[in-house]
């Protein structure tokens, strides 16, 4: 989930780079490329050493190498949600913004509190309020983004870019990547009950 999150602070780095075309591109593929290696690393360390299936990797690894691999994978864990966290409410801040027009410390306010209320009260455990914003957040990108993606690269102001993603982009990486969030969606929502 936190993998997927990642995309949400693409608009930043774009904004933040300006009309510095191959370095957002550089610096959005470097950025993947950490998190997916991340990623794969944790998923492999505990699926090659954990005995037993956690519902959190962290726990498993700590039971078989011990506490310092519990406090390192607990900074870890704490590091991931907090820039994931910022870079969706970040994200969603900006969204607000724009479309509203309303300052940009209430498009903040607004983008955060809600989430941060509903976790604060316990309404629901954390494990259960992020897999429920994984599932709405492949739901947004495959009902939304991908669609708004081809109908841009077919008549929208973006149909000739400076840069693309090559066959990254082609209509069956796309279908593939529809497929993959239909799975992630079906998942979560499976994975709640």
């Known amino acids: 989930m936190y993998a997927l999150w990642t995309f949400y602070s693409v608009p930043q780095v774009v ?9 957002a591109v550089r610096a959005i593929l470097v950025g993947l490329g950490i998190n997916g290696m991340l990623t794969a690393a944790v998923a492999l360390v505990a699926l090659g050493i954990s005995n037993k299936v956690t519902e959190v990797a962290i726990i498993g690894i700590a039971e078989r190498i011990g506490p310092w691999a519990g406090l390192i994978g607990s900074l870890f864990i704490a590091s991931s949600l907090v820039t994931s966290y910022w870079s969706v409410s970040l994200a969603l801040a900006d969204i607000l913004h724009e479309r509203t027009g309303i300052s940009g410390r209430l498009a903040w306010l607004l983008a955060t509190l809600p989430s941060l209320l509903i976790l604060w009260i316990g309404a629901w455990q954390f494990l259960e309020w992020l897999r429920l914003a994984a599932g709405a957040t492949a739901i947004v990108v ?45 998942g979560s929502l499976v994975s709640m009950q």
């Open 15 to 23: 904004k933040g780079l300006g009309p510095d075309r191959r370095g």
């Open 142 to 186: 495959a009902l939304i983004t991908i669609p708004m993606y081809r109908q841009a690269r077919l008549s929208g102001p973006v149909e000739d870019p400076g840069w693309t993603l090559g066959r990254w982009g082609s209509p069956a990486m796309l279908a593939l990547a529809l497929l993959t969030l239909v799975l992630m969606t079906i």
